[in-house]
Nanobody, 125 residues
Framework: QVQLVESGGGLVQPGGSLGLSCAASAASGTIFRVNAMGWYRQAPGKQRELVAITGGNSTDYTNSVKGRFTISRDNTDNTVHLQMNDLKPEDTAVYYC?????????????????WGQGTQVTVSS
C-alpha cells in the first residue's frame, strides 16, 4: 500500500505565502511508480476541486490560482510541492494530495488513485 504524507499548511495573512509538500512512500520491497501527482482542495460547504496537477511533462492549474501557485515534482523521491503565493481568503480550504499510481504485485501492474489525509490552509487577517 502506497501512502501519501502531506506537510505544510497553516494560517497566513492575505497576500502571504505557504508551501505544501506531499511524499509517496510504501513498505520496503513495494514496487510502484507515480504517474501523476496533484493537489485538490475542499472549502466548507463546497465540492472538492482540482487546484494543480503534474504528470509527464505537463502541468495544469485551476484558473483561480494561475500566476499565484506553482506545482513542482521531484521524481527522485516521489514528492510534489505546491508553492502558494499572494494567498487570498478564498483559498482557505483543506488541501489534499492526490496521486495516480501503478503498483506491481505478482506479475501485473495495478492502478490506483490515492489521497493524502488533508492539511488545513487558512488565509485570514
Amino acid at each position: 500500500q502506497v501512502q501519501l504524507v502531506e506537510s505544510g499548511g497553516g494560517l497566513v495573512q492575505p497576500g502571504g505565502s505557504l508551501g505544501l509538500s506531499c511524499a509517496a512512500s510504501a513498505a520496503s520491497g513495494t514496487i510502484f511508480r507515480v504517474n501523476a501527482m496533484g493537489w485538490y482542495r475542499q472549502a466548507p460547504g463546497k465540492q472538492r476541486e482540482l487546484v494543480a496537477i503534474t504528470g509527464g511533462n505537463s502541468t495544469d492549474y485551476t484558473n483561480s490560482v494561475k500566476g499565484r501557485f506553482t506545482i513542482s515534482r521531484d521524481n527522485t523521491d516521489n514528492t510534489v510541492h505546491l508553492q502558494m503565493n499572494d494567498l487570498k481568503p478564498e483559498d482557505t480550504a483543506v488541501y489534499y494530495c492526490n496521486a495516480a499510481l501503478s503498483t506491481f504485485r505478482g506479475v501485473s501492474w495495478y492502478h490506483s488513485v490515492n489521497w493524502g489525509q488533508g492539511t488545513q490552509v487558512t488565509v485570514s487577517s
